[in-house]
């Protein structure tokens, strides 16, 4: 879902452009940490806003965050699907907007489930494009679960530094747990890894050279701070993994137009042929087929799972360029054999050192009062 970590080494120093004008510049990465968590929603109790924030950290493609959620009443609420905020050129079916919005649903469970609610579930839209997606009701529930929310506040996509030890029988045992028959592992030594390595290259190198879709990556990057803690959605230096002299570049000098030229695309091209290199090999997640039940089934899948691996000190990065691209995709099911609906690519492999998560995500905003119409957007 995510073509982020593009630029690897930009040349220039602070000492080029002078101490002053260094440190009247933007200076430091924009993380999560930084931001504060301005909240005037007065409609919402303290335990709602909290469940619908942790739900809104769940990972979705350029960090678009698609949902919305509209208030009806008190824990009563219709998750919705923004469509300001999908990806046409790289998702022109709204599939993978679907799987975010269901992995959205999965940490809204957990954290409802943390606070002593149970989650009554009724399915609304029929198509991907439906602006209505699901309704939930919580209901208090005799005792809250045992499921650990820090694991939702420090889950981390991460796009550096895998090792490429191969992941061992007992981690692949307990990511797969009770769904083998959707989740699949394949070692970095198999020849499937290999084609999906060689693919997810060509994919990236024909995304990069298809304006409508480079565009459309120009216009998610939050180049400046300013900008990031603005909209607090999309993709930052920080989230792009861009440190140090190379951030502090992109700050101050980069813009939308940057993204559209040969050099950054081929600098993109570049550092995906260095990621693809280094792992444990790929997990691949699969459904029985599009309908947007399985869609949001497999987003709440592929979160589960998500939320599973900082634990063992494993990595996953989802790189879906496959999938979005018709030429590589029309063949992967047969290089594989996979003979289930291919939804979730991810790049895997463990950790010395795991970081914390940095993307940005969007307040709680309340609307003016309109019966069934009240929105809260995150």
Not at 158 to 181: A, C, G, H, M, W
Not at 297 to 321: C, D, S, W, Y
């Amino acid at each position: 879902m995510d073509r982020i970590k593009f630029i690897g080494i930009v040349g220039g120093t602070i000492g080029a452009v002078g101490i002053t004008t260094y440190l009247s510049s933007d200076c430091t990465n924009l993380v999560r940490a930084d931001l504060k968590q301005i909240d005037n929603n007065k409609t919402l109790k303290p335990d709602q806003r909290e469940i619908l924030f942790l739900a809104s950290l769940a990972p979705s493609g350029h960090n678009t965050q698609p949902w919305f959620v509209r208030y009806l009443e008190p824990y009563h609420w219709i998750i919705g699907n923004d469509k300001s905020k999908w990806l046409p050129a790289v998702d022109p079916n709204q599939r993978e907007t679907m799987l975010s919005i269901g992995a959205f649903l999965q940490n809204l469970e957990y954290a409802a489930g943390s606070f002593g609610y149970a989650c009554d579930w009724k399915l609304l839209a029929t198509t991907n494009q439906d602006e209505r997606v699901m309704e939930v009701k919580l209901s208090k529930k005799a005792s809250p679960n045992n499921f650990d929310i820090t694991k939702i506040t420090s889950r981390r996509t991460v796009r550096s530094n895998f090792l490429s030890d191969l992941l061992k029988q007992e981690d692949i045992t307990y990511l797969v747990d009770s769904e083998p028959e959707f989740i699949h592992y394949l070692p970095n030594n198999s020849k499937e890894s290999k084609f999906i390595n060689e693919q997810t290259i060509v994919a990236n190198r024909l995304q990069s050279y298809r304006d409508p879709a480079q565009q459309e990556l120009a216009n998610w990057i939050r180049f400046s701070s300013q900008d990031a803690n603005k909209y607090r959605d999309g993709l930052t230096t920080a989230g792009m993994e861009i440190t140090g002299i190379s951030g502090w570049m992109v700050r101050n000098f980069y813009d939308k137009d940057n993204v559209m030229t040969k050099d950054f695309r081929e600098r993109g091209i570049d550092n995906i042929q260095k990621e693809v290199s280094a792992s444990a090999g790929w997990i691949l997640i699969t459904s029985q087929d599009h309908s947007v039940a399985a869609l949001l089934e497999t987003g709440r899948r592929m979160e589960r799972l998500f939320l599973k691996v900082r634990e063992r000190n494993i990595a996953i990065h989802p790189m879906t360029q496959i999938l979005e691209e018709s030429s590589t995709r029309d063949k992967l099911n047969r290089s594989i054999g996979i003979e289930e609906h291919i939804q979730f690519i991810l790049r895997t492999g463990y950790l010395k050192n795991y970081p914390q998560p940095v993307s940005l995500r969007r307040t709680l905003i309340g609307v003016a009062f309109v019966k069934e119409n009240r929105f809260i957007q995150t």
